[in-house]
């Protein structure tokens, strides 16, 4: 269900960055794997990184490898995504996701969602 709220999209030059925040006003966040994905027009919505409940790992997919860092902040109840040296492909749709039990890389397997945050990187 969407009760998830992203925030933090943007307009970014390539090689920019941005934050990505992720805040739910009845989870706990900290009890959720916390995923983000996103989605391009014309394209699948891809898992971007997710970071686990019971161990706070971390995990990415490759092509933001290193240049992506998801993080949850437990007392402001807030997932983040903070990407660096951001290049066009990377303009989407991004949308963060919580489920109860383990990271996943696909979003139909996620319980809560939010709509959605635009990143847009343009020379």
């Known amino acids: 269900q969407v009760d998830l709220v992203e925030s933090g999209g943007d307009l970014v030059q390539p090689g920019g960055s941005l934050k990505l925040s992720c805040s739910a006003s009845?989870?706990?966040?900290?009890?959720?794997?916390g995923g983000w994905f996103r989605q391009a027009p014309g394209k699948e919505r891809e898992g971007v990184a997710c970071?686990?409940?019971?161990?706070?790992?971390?995990y990415y997919t490759d092509s933001v490898q290193g240049r992506a860092t998801i993080s949850r902040d437990s007392a402001k109840n807030t997932v983040y995504l903070q990407m660096n040296r951001l290049n066009p492909e990377a303009t989407a749709v991004y949308s963060c996701?919580?489920?109860?039990?383990?990271?996943?890389?696909?979003?139909?397997?996620?319980?809560?969602w939010g709509q959605g945050t635009q990143v847009t990187v343009s020379p």
């Open positions: 996701e919580a489920r109860s039990a383990m990271c996943k890389w696909r979003w139909r397997e996620y319980e809560h």
């Open positions: 009845t989870l706990t966040l900290g009890n959720y794997a």
């Open positions: 970071i686990s409940s019971a161990t706070g790992n971390t």
